[in-house]
């Protein structure tokens, strides 16, 4: 006997994470985490010795920022191999270690701003040895863009906020390092403006600082995905000839990753094609959605306006009612 069943691909069961590419993203992302801490060390380390020598207080206060970003790096490597593991206890995940190295990475930011403003303020107003520190400066210039606009390209492509904000941190601290490479070439020509520099570099730290902590705060805070994505997916479940109608979508990010719930009324009163129909949008979902590690499907059956009732007569013409009722259904029934 033939079987009519329709086959469909294995599905993402309710509560499991389709999380075979996150991993791999994962693996990547720790893996330039790792340079981003050795880099940052280096920028630290002879930033802070030309500092140092150069009587340059900018030059130190953006080595200053180049040591927390050291803290901050770590941060971003401890929460991608965190958001790698599994755990029984975490069934959803453990996508926001990185959001907790994100807020980790922002306060070692803002910490920062705060001791290059101090700095600034009360620091000597000395003239820097600009054959000293300049070179140093424009060294660690072309580092931080460079680094920080490679990353920031990786971290769009692997999913991952931790490499975002990581590369975020390199260009601001680029920005920063410009402005010292400008008080600079303004002390070659007896212009002194070290303090001014070093407070404007406070400035850059603060505002990255802040942009960085508000958005592993949404993070967090169980913010909803953009609604683009969650208009495509919606879609992509009513595209079902099956289904008739999506009632509720409810999602949350999840370290850069996306979890998603869905009730959808079918056309069908079987609960094994309702439950099929299903396993077979969820697994769609994430494959077509790859920032989608978990996508569950509440179903419901869609209830008739009328309800038909049939009387059963004592033989044919009998005056015993009618063979076929329509009634309206109540709400409710």
């Known amino acids: 006997m033939k079987n009519n069943k329709e086959k469909t691909p294995q599905a ?29 060390l280096t920028l630290a380390f002879g930033k802070g010795i030309a500092g140092v020598l150069a009587g340059s207080s ?26 790698g593991r599994r755990h029984a206890s975490f069934p959803y995940g453990l996508y926001k270690a990185e959001t907790i190295a994100t807020l ?10 705060y001791e290059i403003g101090r700095r600034a303020l009360l620091g000597p107003g000395t003239m820097p040895d600009v054959k000293l520190a300049l070179p140093v400066a424009l060294a660690s210039l072309v580092v931080s863009f460079s680094f920080g606009f490679y990353q920031l390209r990786m971290g769009r492509r692997l999913h991952s906020p931790a490499l975002v904000a990581d590369a975020r941190d390199y260009l601001a601290d680029g920005m920063s390092t410009g402005v010292v490479v400008i008080s ?19 400035l850059f730290v603060f505002w ?18 953009d609604r683009d994505a969650e208009r495509e997916i919606i879609g992509l479940v009513m595209s079902h000839p099956r289904v008739g109608k999506v009632e509720q979508c409810l999602s949350r990010t999840a370290g850069g990753r996306f979890i998603v719930d869905l009730d959808v009324v079918l056309r069908t009163h079987s609960h ?32 008739p306006e009328h309800i038909r009732r049939l009387t ?14 329509t009634l309206p259904r109540r709400p409710g029934s």
């Open 12 to 40: 993402v069961q309710p509560g499991q994470v389709n999380n075979s590419s996150s991993l791999d993203e994962i693996k990547k992302a720790r893996t330039r985490a790792a340079v981003s801490v050795f880099i940052n």
């Open 208 to 225: 990255s600082g802040g942009q960085l902590l508000w958005r592993a705060l949404r993070d967090l805070m169980d913010e909803a995905i």
């Open 104 to 113: 980790v990475t922002s306060i070692a930011i803002i910490l920062a701003g």
């Open 58 to 83: 900018a030059l130190l206060g953006d080595a200053i920022n180049s040591a927390t970003d050291v803290i901050a790096s770590a941060a971003a490597y401890m929460g991608l191999w965190l958001a």
């Open 312 to 325: 059963p007569v004592k033989e044919p013409g009998s005056r015993e009612g009618s063979l076929q009722t």
């Open 272 to 303: 094994e094609l309702a439950h099929r129909i299903a396993h077979s949008l969820e697994h769609e979902i994430c494959r077509q959605f790859p920032r989608v590690v978990m996508a569950r499907i509440k179903t419901h059956s869609r209830q």
């Open 184 to 202: 600079l070439i303004g002390a070659y020509f007896g212009l002194n403006l070290d303090r001014w520099a070093a407070g404007a570099v406070a």
